[in-house]
Each structure stands twice: as structure tokens, then as C-alpha cells.
């Protein structure tokens, strides 16, 4: 699956992915590679997104965490926002 993640400022994260996890309104959920059209608000909280590769040290920036035991996982804050999927292809506006 490819996953952009948008701010206002900038493009925070583009890549390849197998899983993300999402703070939802009503919960955290996640979405995996074929997950059905889905569009949802998301509260502040914490994306955690499984890659496809391990994450490359020059492409990190201060908003992006990578997980200390497993370079493949990233976490990423946000304070609130949209994302959708669709065909495999997700977008996330985020604060």
C-alpha cells in the first residue's frame, strides 16, 4: 500500500507500507493492504505505520519516530484530521 501523510506545512511521510494504525473518534483501528474504501476522522493521537522496508535515516525528520527494537515501524503524532483509503492508496490531513 502507498501512504501520504499531509500537513499544512508539508508532507510529512510518503512510502510504501503493510499496515497503519489510526487514532480514531471512537477508538484506534487499523487498515492492511485490500481494506474496503474507508474515509475517517482521526483524534489526536499516535499513527503507527508498519513499512514495507526499514526506515532510512535520511529521510527522518523531528515529526517522524522511528521504533528503537524494529526499524520498520514509524509512529508519527498528530493532532487531529482525515484520512482515506482507497485501492490501496492512503491519505491522511492531518495537524
Known amino acids: 500500500m502507498h501512504l501520504e501523510i499531509i ?3 508539508a ?3 510518503a512510502g510504501e507500507v503493510s499496515a497503519v ?4 473518534l471512537d477508538g484506534a483501528f487499523q487498515v492492511l493492504e485490500n481494506h474496503a474504501a474507508i474515509i475517517s ?3 489526536k493521537g499516535n499513527v503507527k505505520v508498519n513499512l514495507t522496508n526499514s526506515f532510512e535515516e535520511a529521510l ?3 515529526l517522524i519516530e522511528v521504533d528503537s ?3 520498520k515501524v514509524i509512529r508519527i503524532d498528530i493532532k487531529g ?5 482507497l485501492n ?3 491519505i491522511v490531513l492531518a495537524e
Open 7 to 9: 500537513t499544512p506545512e
Open 11 to 13: 508532507k510529512v511521510f
Open 21 to 24: 494504525q489510526f487514532p480514531g
Open 41 to 43: 476522522a482521526l483524534t
Open 60 to 62: 527522518e525528520n523531528d
Open 69 to 71: 527494537k524494529d526499524k
Open 81 to 85: 484530521g482525515v484520512m482515506e483509503m
Open 88 to 90: 490501496n492508496k492512503i
